[in-house]
């Protein structure tokens, strides 16, 4: 079956750590996303790629980084310069930008 | 930025009522999504509407699309327990890199 596989499901993040979130699809798709949700939110970009090796800032990209260095994988690291990264995280991939996107089941990052 | 804005923000009814959420955005749009989210849970993906479309079906799901207005609806028809979840709509703007902007999302609680 194909889809969208995030890991960990729960994340937790010491002080001054950076932490990598995994996300990994088999849909063949070109363009793929991670977004932030906060309790009781709708979704926030955080950065989006539309190809291999090629990857933009969304809205809230600070404290965050990626890379794209195969079609299937789409890291996203929560670095220490996030001072705030309590959240849900989702990662989706589409066919082109624009068009339906899949997701995965998230990844919910705490502070220990 | 948040584009789309759902009304109500929650919303409470029988099983085998009928549920209608809105949406409304600010900008012209190629394209307007509905998903659905379980608690804790993805997004899944139910209707895409273009901009030249003005009423859409899947199932149980009927939505439609004013682009005067510029707003959006999802109607549930004879809803069921299993309905109970998040739904979000999601705006695809062509001066924004034809990102997905996601509003804060509807709260459905269908009463067994």
């Known amino acids: 079956d194909g889809g969208i596989t995030q890991s960990p499901k729960y994340l937790f993040r010491k002080e001054g750590q950076n932490v990598t979130l995994s996300c990994e699809q088999n849909?063949?798709?070109?363009?793929m996303y991670w977004y932030r949700q906060d309790p009781g939110q709708g979704l926030r970009l955080i950065y989006y790629?539309?190809?291999?090796?090629?990857?933009q800032k969304g809205d809230i990209a600070e404290g965050y980084s990626v890379s794209r260095e195969k079609k299937e994988s789409f890291p996203l690291t929560v670095t220490s310069a996030q001072k705030n990264p309590t959240a849900f995280y989702l990662c989706?991939?589409?066919?082109?930008?624009?068009?339906?996107?899949?997701f995965g089941d998230g990844t919910r990052l705490s502070i220990l | 930025s948040q584009q789309g804005e759902e009304d109500p923000q929650a919303l409470s009814i029988q099983e085998g009522e009928n549920a209608t959420m809105n949406c409304s955005y600010k900008?012209?749009?190629?394209?307007l999504q509905w998903y659905r989210q379980n608690s804790g849970r993805g997004l899944v993906h139910l209707i895409l509407?273009?901009?030249?479309?003005r009423e859409k079906h899947s199932g149980r799901l009927r939505v439609t699309l004013d682009t005067s207005k510029k707003s959006s609806s999802l109607l549930i028809t004879a809803s069921r327990a299993a309905d109970t979840a998040s739904y979000f709509c999601?705006?695809?703007?062509?001066?924004?890199?034809?990102?997905?902007?996601f509003g804060g999302g509807t709260r459905l609680m269908v009463k067994p």
């Open positions: 989706a991939s589409s066919i082109e930008s624009g068009e339906a996107q899949h």
């Open positions: 849909l063949n798709h070109d363009a």
């Open positions: 790629s539309q190809i291999v090796n090629d990857f």
């Open positions: 900008t012209s749009i190629n394209n």
């Open positions: 509407i273009r901009s030249n479309e």
């Open positions: 999601a705006t695809d703007e062509p001066h924004a890199g034809n990102m997905l902007t």
